[in-house]
């Protein structure tokens, strides 16, 4: 289906466009808001986001943990050489590293998983208009090629300042 | 009260993104300026590394000079970062909005180049990867795992990659914008970093839950490095002064307290090079100022019970170790500039309410509490290898040469001049931060008084 | 048309005011059960006192470490609860305001903390000729003597703390105290509400607040080092005073939620104390348990790491050997156990999770004063002076005595609160309408937002 974009420089105005939409038949799957700045959850309309990202953290600080675990347990059995008067295998000295393991690995899978749940890098962007980073709110809504006319007038009326149609 | 300053999203972008897309004369010869500088440092390396350790003040017993002293320099400023970023990010300090970013940033090159310390203090660097990398490089020669010099690059690197990757995933949105700002080369080069953004509830939902996920990890790895750091000096019974239970926190606070005060000069810096007055405004330094009583509090509480702690056992060596630090030439006026310039001067200005909102005042103490701190560090170092072997033959003085100066100094050009060149390509103040500071702003009518009011949601 | 305050059901001030005024007239059953009940468990532990004086005397120091365990473990807790309003109420935090009143209130208990603090005093000798943080050893004799020390200074320490918080507590219900005097048709006194009395107030109570944080971080340093490690031979923990400090807030803000959960179901006051009130300070539950964990992992590396035999004596004495029972349920209540149960999202925005965490914390805390007094009252008086720990002291096994004490400190601590409580409302009534006044909930695009105005 073709995508349509609609650019509001009031985001009351765009509010009131996506309540519009919504009782034009348009769900919550149907659109996406783009905007330059975080919004309160809900401000527009949409759903509560759902995402995993607290899994990310868990499944790297377990990898980490072990690597960390390893590192330090193999490398002192392959050369076991008394220091200090400390045993070979040490807990403190290991569990430090291993905490820093653990939240490296923590750290770096959080990331993957903001990119991940993010779905970035995203090559296939669709619709999209510069004005939107300097303040315009944006509104893309997947339309049938029979409703587009209709949908505009929508966004005319709502107050849409400009509306982009995908191939224009 | 706090004064608050609405603009449109496109003067918030046309003025935070003026620097970028266009820099003044005077900032390629500042460039210049910090790059001759760390242009200086590498020379004098390598020299050193021509020549040997000889050629730097160094000798028994004072093994560790300037080079140490400066390493846990910059370690404490990469503290900034998280405590201005996470803590504040955490607490939903809304104050902490221009601030983030630079403090961020600083964070990175600050542990970068103290990271370079420890290589260019090993004389033979080129050997420093034998007892730090865990691999058998040659004849079943491991790392030594109990040693707290192993632990402190475990520490660093992963401190180092989380704020790098913070500072990365928070540019986002930042560079989305300069996409949208810019024609050519420079397009093409922000339309690759900033990964198809395009500002997405989803996208934005994501974004502040890794702020908060991600100021959650960075915190508890901010304490470790600098405790790490510390243990270099603490676990070591060899050296009188060093073998104390408080260094861990007492060198945290340290880190924190000279942290912040770093992120107050530079913000004060960035206030003035870009004209970023209506964005960087008195009430931020006045919550800064309060911030840093608090903390400058804290660090001497730590610091009186590191003193006190360390006469408590009543042994000769350790009361003649404070002796010397504190009574004796030629340690005693930097004990004194280090008193004075590190809590009783900042401090006693700061409680001023005017003072605190003086953009001089506070530039001044900013910087007077980073001297008195670099000066806490050399006195924790020098004065109790100077004394650390029973015979008194074998006690030493420590005069750093030149080449030690001017690789200090240029540490501190290199890391201006990576500043600048960050600030040249990426926004220092995060524009969606302010735009969202912005959205969030309300007011509450009482009585007659209309009361700034923060919207949260329900 | 704007909602009052976001909270079902609404209220207005005078609605709260009317409410807290009349519940403050009335004395339900179960409060006059409950103080029963810490009435005479507080006399049991009198009793129990009286018995193990009779039986021990002063000479001895041993058989007193249960009783100084429990005045560290009031004064760590109950003691310290005050710390919650000076701290939050700097911070502007307006999650406080349910929750300061019942911390000031604690402030009573101090009165109880000096009583027991007194007998303490004949267990401890000068600090002439050994090792304590008033330097009067023989490597520095051309000191020469401080009166009194470290008796004298560390009551005066105490008795400073306490009455900087009977203060706070004073002026902090006086605007209270006179509201309810007014309804009830009595004389209202001095106190009426000008703008210049609430400036001063407001001044005052940060002024006093500050002071009595620092006297309490003083207080706990001098009295935890004066009556334990000075009394352990070559014991030098510099973190230790900080862990004690530290320990202060953690029990402080640990009493302070348990209290107030208490208050929600008992005191049936669900419309004003609610999930995110616990839900705030069980963030700062858990950042202080984890400096809890790094304050005792720092002091442990170094001795671990330092291997000397002194070292390794104090941590059998205090960790591995002689208390490790103690140790153990004290790091993993003060630590484990709060860290897995507030690890979780769903746990801390509750009203049961931080309340749990928080028994966690308070009993491990208890663990942990026993720990490290009943340790260090176990050395022999002829002992202290020695230049290291050489010999490992028994382990002392708390005996009915020493249990009725604990119990019975604890319970008169209790006791105390509830008599404060009938004379100072335990709600703050000003904080809350004040609180309410700056709350409310506006429409913002297509969702409500709650509005919080900033105080200062």
Sequence with gaps: MPQMLALFSDDQEAANATEALEQAGYGNDNFDILTDAPYPEGAFGERETKHKLYVFPFIGALLGLSVALLLTTATQIAYPLVTGGKPILSLPPMLIISYEGTMLGAIIFTVIGIFFESRVPNLRAGLYDP?????????????????????????????????????? | MQERVTRTHEEINSELLSFNLKAPMW???????????????????????????????????????????????????????????????????????????????????????????????????????????????????????????????????????????????????DIAVLRDRTRGVRHKIYRALALGWRGTPRQWKLQIVAGFLLSALLLPVFVSVHSIVSWDFAVNIGVEGWHATIFAPYFVIGAVHSGVSAVVTMMIVLRGMFKWDKYIRPEHLDSLGRLLIVIATAWLFFFFIEFT????????????????????????????????????????????????????????????????????RFLIIIPGLARKQPLTFDWGTYHPSIFEITIVVGAFGFVFFLLLMFAKVFPLIPLFDIKEGQTLADNIQVGRRSVPALRIEE | MERRNGHPPEFTVAEYVKDLANRHAIT??????????????????????????????FDERQPWGYFAATMAFLLTTFVSAPVVAVAFRMAGAHWRRPMVRIAELYSVVGVLVVVMFIPMLFMVPSAHNRRTMWFQGDTLGSMGK???????????????????????????????????????????????????????????????????????????????????????????????????????????????????YLLRRYGHMEQYIHMEHFWAASKILLALSLLWFYFWWSGFIVFWYGRTPLEQNLLDLLMFKTYKWYFYLAFGLSFLAPLLTLLWNSVRRSTFGPTLASVFILTGLLFDKMRVYVAAFSIPNADITDHALAVLPATNIPDVFDLMMVVGGISGAVFLFLLAARVVPIMSIWEMSQGIKLRTVRRFLRIDMIVMGRSE
């Design chain 1, 131 to 168: 004005r939107i980073t300097e303040g315009y709110v944006g509104i893309t809504v997947d339309v049938a090629e029979d409703r587009l006319n209709a949908v505009e007038q929508l966004f005319r009326r709502a107050g849409a300042e400009d509306v982009l149609k995908e191939g224009s």
């Design chain 3, 146 to 260: 401080i009166f009194g020390a470290p008796h004298v200074y560390d009551i005066l320490a105490l008795v400073a703390v306490v009455i900087a918080g009977l203060a706070m507590l004073w002026f902090s219900a006086k605007a209270d105290r006179t509201q309810i005097r007014s309804r009830a048709g009595e004389s209202v006194g001095t106190w009426l509400g000008s703008w210049k009395q609430w400036n001063v107030l407001w001044k005052g109570l940060v002024m006093l607040g500050g002071l009595y944080f620092m006297m309490l971080i003083m207080t706990q340093a001098l009295i935890s080092i004066d009556f334990s490690m000075a009394l352990v031979p070559g014991w030098r923990d510099a973190i230790f005073p900080a862990q004690q400090a530290l320990a202060s807030l953690h029990g402080g803000l640990a009493i302070t939620i348990l209290t107030l």
């Design chain 2, 309 to 376: 702690f360390a006469l408590f056992s009543l042994e000769s060596q350790e009361i003649a170790l404070r002796d010397l630090q504190v009574f004796t030439w030629p340690f005693w006026p930097l004990f004194l500039a280090f008193i004075v310039l590190g809590y009783i001067f900042p401090v006693s200005m700061w409680l001023s309410r005017r003072v605190r909102r003086s953009i001089k005042w506070m530039l001044i103490t900013s910087l007077a509490v980073n001297v008195g701190m670099w000066l806490e």
């Design chain 2, 27 to 173: 900032y390629w010869g500042l460039v210049g300026f910090m790059g001759t500088l760390a242009l200086g440092a590498a020379i004098s390396f390598g020299i050193m590394l021509n020549r040997g350790m000889g050629v730097t003040g160094m000798n028994r017993p004072v093994m560790w000079g300037l080079f140490l002293t400066d390493f846990i320099f910059w370690i404490g400023i990469s503290h900034a970062g998280v405590m201005l970023s996470a803590i504040l990010r955490l607490s939903k300090a809304e104050w902490r909005r221009p601030a983030t970013r630079a403090a961020e940033v600083l964070t990175v090159f600050s542990l970068m180049v103290a990271a370079l310390h420890p290589v260019v203090h090993a004389g033979r660097p080129w050997r420093v990867i034998y007892w730090v990398f865990p691999y058998d490089f040659a004849r079943g020669l491991w790392v030594n795992v109990r040693s707290p010099l192993v632990w402190d690059p475990a520490a660093i690197f992963t401190y180092l990659t989380g704020s790098t990757l913070f500072v990365i995933v928070a540019l986002i949105p």
């Design chain 3, 28 to 57: 339900g059953p179960r409060y006059r059960r409950w103080l029963w009940i810490t009435g005479l468990l507080f006399l049991s532990g009198v009793v129990g006192f009286v018995a193990r004086a009779a039986i021990d005397g």
